[in-house]
């Protein structure tokens, strides 16, 4: 939707002469953009007067990048997103037991807009009792759950659910000793309050064989999460697979994040299982992120009985990119980030974000297209990109000339609407 400007208003902030790029109505093309209240308030090919100004000639102009699969979500996490452009990160796989408490937490203000699930992972941790901190490492992850033990844990996604989490994490590969019987439940929660399960799927074909069993037998919507990681080799038959699903008429969707890369906890139990009495050759696909080093069965007993992140290298490019290119696919960085070490990677609150619309959040990203790239690595995550000029969040600056601007909080949870389902 465009508008003429018209030239007695002034707005609180025009983005002038910007190439702007909108997926929704296919705008393609030079625009000076109004924005007024935390809105944008006119998109105009005519010149339009603001109480500040920025210069977008030769710049990309795009709705703000929206993160579905984020971990770590933090004050400092929420910068470095900023600065790669993200206006709004989700944490929808791992989630949170407690969603009132996770809002309450970020009640006084972020640079960026947050939502969260509420994750199977973590309600079992907290039904079974699980010791560990952010993953399970014992009765959460190989503990099997007793008929009322199941009723807990449901009962604890659908308090999540009425507390307005966006949907319902779950992975399978760290929750090993779950039953048919206690997914059959979640999903059935899922189906119940059409709200989409955010999986985690065991790796390989007979992984998303059993997830969309698990959907197609409840009706419950589908997102599988970095389907790259899971497929790896089997990447085009696994969309085939789920392209398949989608012409059936089941609601399955899926993402995936550009790295030949993944990470996550040592003492996880997808990690344990698959490396605990694995060769040298095997185990030399692990890195130690601090040291950079690649581990042998010494080194891996050593810190799994410390603890920590682990990057795993088991992907290709050509995977990567068969996964990114695929329109099945979304793009999501599963980001990680834990004590200055980490992975360089339908809800109404989201009716007016990811779009260049009169009436729509004022979440912009500016770029420079010709310059714009990442910089960040294993060994140093937190390297900003170069290119990204401006980052604009609910109509606020938060980063300007590529540099962050400090003592700003705009952003704004994204949560469902509190006690109703997901529509």
């Given amino acids: 939707m465009e508008a003429d400007g018209e030239t007695d208003i002034v707005y609180d902030c025009v983005i002038a002469g910007g190439h702007a790029i909108d997926p929704e109505s296919r705008l393609d093309a030079v625009r000076n953009i109004g924005l007024r209240g935390g809105k944008i308030a006119a998109i105009a090919t005519a010149p339009l007067r603001g109480r500040a100004t920025i210069d977008a000639r030769g710049l990309i102009v795009a709705p703000g990048f929206i993160d579905v699969h984020s971990h770590g979500t933090t004050a400092e996490t929420y910068r470095l997103q900023s600065l790669d452009g993200v206006t709004t990160t989700l944490e929808l796989e791992l989630g949170t037991s407690d969603v009132a408490a996770w809002y309450r937490q970020r009640s006084e203000g972020e640079r960026i807009n947050y939502g969260v699930s509420v994750g199977h992972i973590k309600v079992r941790m907290s039904v079974m009792h699980d010791s560990g901190d952010w993953m399970p ?152 992120p601090r040291t950079g080093e690649r581990l042998n069965r010494e080194s891996f007993d050593r810190y799994s009985s410390i603890g920590g992140p682990i990057v795993v290298h088991t992907n290709t490019e050509q995977m990567v990119a068969a996964a990114i290119k695929s329109p099945l696919t979304m793009i999501a960085s599963d980001a990680y980030w834990q004590s200055g070490t980490g992975h360089p990677r339908r809800v109404p609150a989201m009716r007016d974000k990811g779009r260049l619309r009169i009436g729509a959040d004022a979440d912009i990203t500016i770029f420079d297209q010709t310059e714009v790239m990442d910089r960040s690595t294993y060994r140093e995550p937190s390297l900003p990109p170069v290119g990204i000029r401006h980052v604009i969040v609910n109509g606020v600056s938060v980063v300007a000339d590529g540099q962050p601007v400090e003592d700003v909080a705009p952003g704004k949870p994204v949560r469902a609407d509190l006690g109703t389902p997901l529509e």
């Fill in 137 to 288: 490492v014992d009765a959460g992850a190989y503990g099997v759950a007793v008929p009322a033990q199941i009723r807990e844990i449901v009962e604890g996604i659908e308090t999540g659910l009425a507390e307005g989490a966006l949907c319902i994490g779950a992975g399978f590969p760290y929750t090993p000793a779950a039953t048919r019987e206690e997914l059959l439940a979640v999903f059935s929660v899922a189906a119940r309050t059409k709200t989409p399960v955010h999986l985690h799927i065991t790796p390989g074909v007979d992984g998303l064989r059993e997830a969309l069993s698990l959907a197609a037998e409840t009706g419950a919507p589908l997102q599988v999460v970095h389907l790259n990681s899971s497929a790896l080799g089997e990447t085009p038959v696994m969309l085939a697979m789920i392209e398949a699903a989608r012409a059936d008429g089941h609601d399955v969707t899926a993402e995936a994040y550009p790295y030949a890369a993944g990470m996550t906890e040592i003492q996880s139990a997808t990690i344990q299982d698959i490396y605990r009495t694995a060769p040298n050759e095997r185990l030399a696909e692990l890195e130690w």
